[in-house]
């Protein structure tokens, strides 16, 4: 009986999760808090950068979902380390942000012709369009997770939509540059394969940036 090969592109997105983890820990304003302002569309900038990045490494949306799995994970991770519930708008609501921009990217760059996405300016067309479906999925977090989304003071105004301008204008930019730093990720391990250099410690690589990005934020939760 045949089995599938282990694909060669997990490592690569494990290292990508456990760096966009760090950076939700690291560049967020608080979990116990609501999002401050446009906090929510900067980090969906960053969030675009490393589902593309995940994109651009495996091809695949199971490597957008695995990474997309792992900040999840890690922002559980954060928000035990915290106190918080999990079910929380502070913990719940972030973790809907992720999905909700990995399946926009998804859905907007299968929709991209691929000549259109090879160009740079399809790339950021497409990156603006997912950030801009993104921002527009995020009010629906009320009926996912029973928390509603964070407003503008004095509004009605999801801070997802009245920040919208800098989510897409951030993504435009953050998604060509993910799908390049992916790619480039992509032919190192492939090169690094080809010759032989695929060590022990290349192996133990992934686990040990997962590990690395755990203990960093403890450490930001403890001096914080």
Request: a positive charge.
């Amino acid at each position: 009986m045949s089995t599938k090969p282990f694909p060669k592109w997990i490592p690569q997105v494990i290292v990508l999760g456990a760096v966009w983890g760090l950076a939700e820990a690291a560049l967020g304003l608080g979990l116990g808090k609501c999002a401050a302002l446009a906090s929510g569309s900067i980090m969906t900038g960053v969030a675009l950068f490393f589902i593309a990045a995940s994109w651009a490494v495996s091809q695949s949306a199971a490597g957008v979902a695995l990474a997309v799995a792992l900040v999840s994970l890690i922002k559980m991770f954060d928000a035990l380390l915290l106190s918080l519930p999990l079910g929380g708008g502070a913990v719940a609501n972030p973790i809907f942000a992720f999905w909700a921009e990995g399946l926009a990217f998804l859905v907007v760059f299968a929709l991209l012709q691929q000549s259109l996405s090879a160009k740079l300016a399809g790339r950021a067309a497409g990156g603006a369009l997912a950030g801009l479906a993104a921002v527009n999925l995020f009010p629906l977090v009320k009926f996912a997770t029973g928390n509603p989304a964070c407003v503008f003071p004095g509004t009605q105004i999801p801070l997802s939509l009245y920040y919208a301008p800098i989510a897409v204008a951030l993504s435009a930019a953050t998604a060509p540059l993910g799908l390049w730093a992916g790619a480039r990720l992509a032919r190192a391990a492939e090169r690094a394969a080809a010759l032989g250099r695929l060590t022990a410690a290349g192996r133990l690589a992934s686990p040990a940036a997962l590990i690395l990005a755990l203990l960093l934020i403890m450490f930001i939760r403890y001096i914080g």
